[in-house]
């Protein structure tokens, strides 16, 4: 059955074809000292001058609780890098969102965490790229971020705010995973999610150097399967598998267009991160129009909701639920074509292709990290 909401601006939306969104990931800049060669933001990163201002971030957060978002996840680059930072948190809570900041911690002093814990920051994600300063500074591209990641951990805990590390994995740290979940539990967080790296952004541009074995993804998966049991009702582990190992691609974003969207830092509105990698799409902006129209009744929201736009492999599939179809983007990526099944499925015609290619690029590693431009 179709029905109608009223949105703030008084247009009436066809909300049959999407429910409204439940999180929205603010980039609230693209600055960061951290120059990770996995960064997943674009190659081309928006300019300070170009970002939002605080009254126009503020508006969005305004819109988006209006419009049914409950959780707001405020990221980068690095937030902290935005002077304004504790000042946007307090008006979040006050629109009533759940908020978490994702953080490289860089940049973040006791003091201000403190105010953010004072504001009602509800959840801090905290990047790790390594567990000692040798690997974690070498991956992050800076000096000293390990020993600050440290003591930021000490603060958010003690300043009673829940924390989770976020550890992106991948070929030069991945037998370091029992050490980082050991990592997690020293550090008092309550949940780590270890998220193989994704093949897009600048990643794209060290898949030689980062592209784990076959070897190392299956020894990861058993070490946390054990460390689940372990520490089971001690620590979450969220575990995010090697695509191009899996059979089955992931429900990237829970579906395109179903249950999120991301603001960049100039307000370009975004069904994923990487969505600007797909040409033929044009990306509304917050300072043109409005939340719920851009989510509601924009092209590029719309081009990939529901099961019009699949091949026929995915609509007559019974996964179709469960996945959507896997991510627009990576089919963009190695198809070649955004509408195509995604190439990591098992039943996708492009599947064998890949995975001789990735056992060809695991075989001959490329030593050299290129790092993130900042
Ligand atoms: Fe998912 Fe399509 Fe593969 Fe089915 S054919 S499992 S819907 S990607
Ligand atoms: Fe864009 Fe998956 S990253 S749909």
Same mark, same amino acid.
């Given at each position: 059955m179709s029905t109608a909401v009223t949105s703030a601006d008084d247009v009436i939306h066809d909300v049959s074809r999407a429910p409204p969104p439940m999180a929205m990931l603010a980039e609230l800049t693209h600055r960061c000292p951290l120059a990770c060669p996995y960064c997943s933001n674009p190659v081309e990163l928006t300019r300070a001058n170009e970002e939002l201002s605080? =009254?126009?971030?503020? /508006?969005?957060? @305004?819109q988006a609780a209006d419009l049914g978002v409950l959780h707001l996840h405020l990221s980068g680059g690095e937030p902290a890098a935005r002077r304004d930072l504790v000042e946007l948190t307090k008006a979040a809570i006050s629109f009533g969102l759940y908020t978490n900041l994702i953080t490289s911690g860089v940049g973040l002093t006791e003091e201000r965490i403190n105010s953010l814990a004072d504001a009602g920051l509800d959840h801090v994600q905290l990047s790790i790229q390594g567990v000692s300063p040798e690997s974690a500074d070498r991956i992050g591209g800076y000096k000293g971020g390990y020993e600050r990641k440290m003591a930021v951990a000490g603060w958010v805990t003690n300043a009673g705010i829940p924390l989770t590390l976020n550890a992106v994995c991948h070929r030069q740290n991945m037998g370091e995973i029992d050490a980082m979940i050991e990592l997690a539990i020293r550090l008092k967080a309550r949940r780590i999610e270890v998220a193989t790296v994704q093949f897009h952004g600048w990643a794209e541009r060290n898949k030689g150097a980062l592209m784990p074995t076959r070897e190392q993804v299956e020894r990861a998966t058993c070490t946390v399967t054990e460390a689940r049991k372990k520490y089971e009702g001690i620590l979450v582990i969220d575990y995010v598998p090697a695509d191009y190992y899996s059979k089955y691609p992931k429900a990237c974003m829970g579906g395109w267009g179903r249950v999120g969207l991301n603001v960049t830092p100039s307000g370009r509105v975004l069904p994923c991160h990487a969505a600007e990698t797909i040409p033929g799409l044009s990306f509304e902006n917050i300072r043109d129009g409005s939340l719920s129209e851009i989510w509601y009744e924009s092209d590029a929201f719309n081009a990939y909701r529901g099961e019009d736009w699949m091949? @026929? !492999? #995915?609509?007559? #599939?019974?996964?179709?639920?469960?996945d959507f179809g896997g991510c627009r983007c990576q089919a963009m990526a !190695?198809? /070649?074509?955004?509408? &195509?099944?995604?190439?990591? #499925?098992?039943?996708?015609?492009?599947?064998?292709?890949?995975?001789? =290619?990735?056992?060809? !690029?695991?075989?001959?590693?490329? &030593?050299?990290?290129?790092?993130r431009g900042r």
């Amino acid at each position: 059955m179709s029905t109608a909401v009223t949105s703030a601006d008084d247009v009436i939306h066809d909300v049959s074809r999407a429910p409204p969104p439940m999180a929205m990931l603010a980039e609230l800049t693209h600055r960061c000292p951290l120059a990770c060669p996995y960064c997943s933001n674009p190659v081309e990163l928006t300019r300070a001058n170009e970002e939002l201002s605080t =009254e126009e971030w503020i /508006g969005v957060f @305004e819109q988006a609780a209006d419009l049914g978002v409950l959780h707001l996840h405020l990221s980068g680059g690095e937030p902290a890098a935005r002077r304004d930072l504790v000042e946007l948190t307090k008006a979040a809570i006050s629109f009533g969102l759940y908020t978490n900041l994702i953080t490289s911690g860089v940049g973040l002093t006791e003091e201000r965490i403190n105010s953010l814990a004072d504001a009602g920051l509800d959840h801090v994600q905290l990047s790790i790229q390594g567990v000692s300063p040798e690997s974690a500074d070498r991956i992050g591209g800076y000096k000293g971020g390990y020993e600050r990641k440290m003591a930021v951990a000490g603060w958010v805990t003690n300043a009673g705010i829940p924390l989770t590390l976020n550890a992106v994995c991948h070929r030069q740290n991945m037998g370091e995973i029992d050490a980082m979940i050991e990592l997690a539990i020293r550090l008092k967080a309550r949940r780590i999610e270890v998220a193989t790296v994704q093949f897009h952004g600048w990643a794209e541009r060290n898949k030689g150097a980062l592209m784990p074995t076959r070897e190392q993804v299956e020894r990861a998966t058993c070490t946390v399967t054990e460390a689940r049991k372990k520490y089971e009702g001690i620590l979450v582990i969220d575990y995010v598998p090697a695509d191009y190992y899996s059979k089955y691609p992931k429900a990237c974003m829970g579906g395109w267009g179903r249950v999120g969207l991301n603001v960049t830092p100039s307000g370009r509105v975004l069904p994923c991160h990487a969505a600007e990698t797909i040409p033929g799409l044009s990306f509304e902006n917050i300072r043109d129009g409005s939340l719920s129209e851009i989510w509601y009744e924009s092209d590029a929201f719309n081009a990939y909701r529901g099961e019009d736009w699949m091949p @026929e !492999l #995915c609509r007559s #599939c019974e996964r179709k639920k469960v996945d959507f179809g896997g991510c627009r983007c990576q089919a963009m990526a !190695l198809a /070649g074509n955004a509408s &195509a099944t995604d190439p990591v #499925c098992i039943r996708s015609p492009l599947r064998d292709r890949l995975t001789r =290619e990735t056992d060809e !690029l695991s075989a001959t590693p490329t &030593a050299t990290l290129t790092y993130r431009g900042r």
